[in-house]
């Protein structure tokens, strides 16, 4: 089995059965720490110009960066060895796939809250929103939660899974890619913000976050609708509602994973005591419910391996039809 099917596989299923061990360094954390030091001497340009430009610098060098370090790391293991270079590669690239750290922040919220514990709840869950969570309601609590999941399903795991799928067809292979939109998610997480002090040092980062998601976003909205069996109603009802979300992906994303599951999800949301009112996404055939969320979970796994599958075949079947070829020949 080629290299890249071999990767691809271990790093689905690294993520699926372990996840991020809890005290390992992680790439995103190296990032963060990266992007916290750049920050600190960039917010401290006067001129709004001037941060833009190192707005710039800071998106297309972390970028540029993550994908050539995972490159040089994967191609110096490999030369050492080739199967310290393929677990070295798997490693990597389980750490882009953020399948299983979801399940497990979705359950670390909802565990307690179906216990009757609605204190630790909001407390639990103020580590994964950025909305005020002390005053929530248990339905207001799974609605952020069924939210969080659905729109981090795509930069999360679609995503990464979509450029490693990319990466793995191309001579680069799938580490380089998928660490490279794993730095582009990272900085729109950190400094994407329109809001002072990121206003100028962020746009960049946002805007580049917005473009690489967009082909992936879709993807995941076609795929959903296909496998759901109601196409035309989750086009029809993206059409109509994901427009009015301020992102140009998250609306997508959340909106086609409401009208598969038949929820509503949008409304008030409160940050820093300040209201502000999310778009009405999907139509409230159904309430929110704990098992709600684990189906959309449950829905975006479906789609990781519909994809996976998808991109070994494009990878496995030209060798296929080359052995065959030289088969016949011989």
């Known amino acids: 089995m080629p290299f890249a099917s071999i990767v691809l596989i271990g790093a689905a299923g690294l993520d699926y059965w372990i996840g991020d061990p809890w005290g390992w360094l992680h790439p995103v954390q190296v990032m963060g720490w990266g992007i916290q030091q750049y920050s600190q001497w960039a917010l401290k340009l006067k001129p709004p110009i001037a941060?833009?430009?190192?707005?710039?610098?800071?998106?297309?060098?972390?970028?540029?960066?993550?994908?050539?370090?995972?490159?040089?790391?994967?191609?110096?293991?490999?030369?050492?060895?080739?199967?310290?270079?393929?677990?070295?590669?798997?490693?990597?690239?389980?750490?882009?796939?953020a399948g299983r750290s979801l399940r497990r922040a979705a359950g670390d919220v909802l565990a307690p809250l179906q216990a009757g514990d609605l204190e630790m709840a909001r407390s639990r869950l103020s580590l994964y929103v950025g909305r005020d969570t002390a005053d929530l309601d248990e339905a207001e609590i799974r609605r952020a939660v069924l939210e969080t999941v659905t729109e981090n399903a795509v930069d999360g795991v679609l995503a990464p899974l979509f450029f490693a799928l990319v990466?793995?067809?191309?001579?680069?292979?799938?580490?380089?890619?998928?660490?490279?939109?794993?730095?582009?998610?990272?900085?729109?997480?950190?400094?994407?913000?329109?809001?002072?002090?990121y206003t100028h040092l962020g746009w960049c980062s946002a805007r580049l976050e917005d473009y690489l998601t967009w082909i992936p976003c879709r993807l995941t909205v076609l795929t959903l609708a296909l496998l759901s069996g109601q196409p035309g109603r989750v086009w029809q009802i993206c059409r109509r509602d994901?427009?009015?979300?301020?992102?140009?992906?998250?609306?997508?994303?959340?909106?086609?994973?409401?009208?598969?599951?038949?929820?509503?999800?949008?409304?008030?949301?409160q940050y820093r005591g300040v209201v502000k009112n999310k778009p009405l996404l999907g139509d409230p055939v159904y309430p929110?419910?704990?098992?709600?969320?684990?189906?959309?979970?449950?829905?975006?796994?479906?789609?990781?391996?519909?994809?996976?599958?998808?991109?070994?075949?494009?990878?496995?079947?030209?060798?296929?039809?080359?052995?065959?070829t030289r088969g016949f020949t011989a």
């Open 288 to 324: 929110i419910t704990v098992d709600r969320i684990h189906q959309a979970m449950n829905w975006t796994r479906r789609v990781f391996l519909l994809w996976l599958t998808i991109g070994l075949a494009a990878i496995l079947f030209p060798i296929a039809v080359n052995s065959l």
């Open 167 to 197: 990466g793995s067809l191309l001579p680069v292979g799938a580490v380089p890619l998928a660490l490279a939109y794993k730095a582009a998610s990272t900085l729109d997480s950190m400094v994407g913000y329109r809001e002072a002090p």
């Open 242 to 269: 994901a427009p009015q979300d301020p992102s140009p992906n998250a609306g997508w994303s959340e909106c086609a994973y409401a009208v598969v599951l038949g929820v509503q999800v949008g409304g008030k949301n």
């Open 51 to 97: 941060q833009k430009i190192a707005g710039v610098g800071l998106a297309i060098g972390l970028i540029s960066l993550s994908g050539f370090v995972g490159w040089l790391i994967v191609t110096g293991a490999t030369l050492l060895n080739l199967w310290f270079g393929i677990i070295t590669a798997i490693v990597l690239l389980a750490s882009c796939f």
